[in-house]
């Protein structure tokens, strides 16, 4: 029987303890105590055994609404941000419906916007500034335009917005009656984020996450901030109609209360990583770096010109190093063959083996690759 293909999850799983995880941008920095009281004591207490209030915790609702400054709006609690997205495609999008997005891009929003039997538009980004313009939008803009998709900073490049080019969008957003899709899942690590509410209130829908700021990814708590009426017609289609994870609930109050005290040092630390990535990776011939320095927690290193297949790279680093990095394909349709993603919210020991093991994968399988140059 023939083998089955490796399965790079599967494997990371199973090998958890030994591996490097620098493939889904997940937070390994923020200190434990944060949150570890607070869950302990949820458990002592059984909290688990009773449904949560079903609107959320009242504070943790005030706190996510406090942490993005958008006083106006209305918070919402879900299953990750990936359950708003979900959400805000099924309830604002029908068939016919244009989205304007990019590639590369987060697909899974694509998936969604799929299932809503609309489209996306996919401008090309490969290409500086590695981001939408607010040219470009307006250009992409068709009868059958409904939203615009803007993840800021963006993922896989770690490209950001600046405020001008936000507001640029926002204004095209309230000037075509379009909703504004902000995706703002890693804005703690970019310096001078600007939020596209604060200039298009009314437009913009607003998607925050506790995964990878908090470093609650496996909790699944995230949320939406929206005007009273936007989120009415979006919460319908709600499905944690009894609430979410009551211990999700109590991690992210304990991290929001104290974010002002240690975010600084977990950002300061991603930098550094990411410097260090940065230069690890521009060691080897032919491999570059599109985006530095990243205004995320994540980067990518475009492979090309080495020959070797970003699928290849990363089961070698997996298998034979513990790093597990995430190849392109799952990123871009059209260049997701170039490019690995690295994310570095790590403690210096993962990039110690990372800076150790990258060169070593692409020597070896640049020996291999019948294309190398
Ligand atoms: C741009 C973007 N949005 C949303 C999410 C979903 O995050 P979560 O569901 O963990 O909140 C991710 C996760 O990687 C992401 O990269």
Same mark, same amino acid.
């Given at each position: 029987?023939? +083998?089955?293909?490796?399965? $790079?999850f599967r494997y990371a799983h199973a090998h958890r303890t030994e591996v490097a995880w620098m493939s889904q941008n997940t937070n390994h920095l923020v200190p434990p105590e944060v949150v570890r009281g607070a869950l302990e004591e949820a458990i002592? $207490?059984?909290?688990? +055994?009773?449904?949560p209030l079903a609107s959320g915790d009242p504070e943790l609702l005030e706190l996510a609404r406090a942490d993005l400054g &958008?006083?106006?709006?209305?918070?919402f609690l879900t299953g990750g941000g990936t359950e708003s997205l979900y959400m805000i495609a099924r309830a604002l999008l029908k068939p016919g419906d244009e989205v304007i997005a990019s590639d590369p891009s987060y697909l899974i929003i694509h998936r969604f916007v799929e299932l809503s039997g609309a489209r996306t538009k996919n401008l090309d980004i490969y290409a500086p500034p590695y981001r939408l313009t607010a040219d470009r939008v307006r250009e992409a803009i068709s009868p059958s335009t409904r939203m615009i998709l803007l993840i800021d900073?963006?993922?896989p490049l770690g490209s950001g917005y600046p405020r001008e080019e936000v507001r640029a @969008?926002? +204004? @095209?957003? /309230? %000037? /075509?009656? &379009?909703?504004l899709l902000n995706d703002v899942t890693y804005r %703690?690590?970019?310096e001078g984020h600007a939020l596209a509410a604060s200039f298009a209130p009314e437009e913009t829908v607003t998607v925050w996450s506790v995964s990878k700021n908090c470093g609650l990814a496996g909790l699944r708590l995230g949320g939406i901030l929206a005007r009273p009426d936007v989120l009415d017609a979006i919460a319908r289609f709600n499905t944690n109609d009894l609430g979410v994870n009551v211990l999700a609930q109590v991690a992210a109050r304990a991290a929001l209360r104290t974010k002002a005290s240690w975010i600084g040092n977990v950002v300061r630390q991603t930098r550094e990583n990411d410097r260090r990535v940065r230069a690890t990776a521009l060691s080897v011939p032919g491999a570059t770096v599109p985006v530095p320095p990243s205004r995320a927690n994540m980067t990518i290193v475009d492979i090309a010109d080495t020959g070797v297949r970003p699928e290849l790279l990363q089961e070698e &680093? &997996?298998?034979? /190093?513990?790093v597990f990095i995430r190849a392109g394909n799952y990123l871009s349709p059209k260049h997701g063959a170039k490019f690995v993603r690295i994310s570095f919210s790590n403690p210096p020991a993962d990039v110690d083996r990372f800076e150790r093991a990258f060169p070593e994968a692409m020597r070896t399988l640049a020996a291999r690759a019948p294309t190398a140059r």
């Open positions: 029987m023939a +083998e089955p293909p490796f399965n $790079a002592r $207490a059984r909290l688990y +055994e009773g449904y &958008l006083a106006e709006m209305t918070p900073p963006l993922n @969008i926002a +204004e @095209i957003a /309230h %000037d /075509h009656r &379009l909703v %703690d690590f970019s &680093l &997996l298998r034979r /190093h513990g």
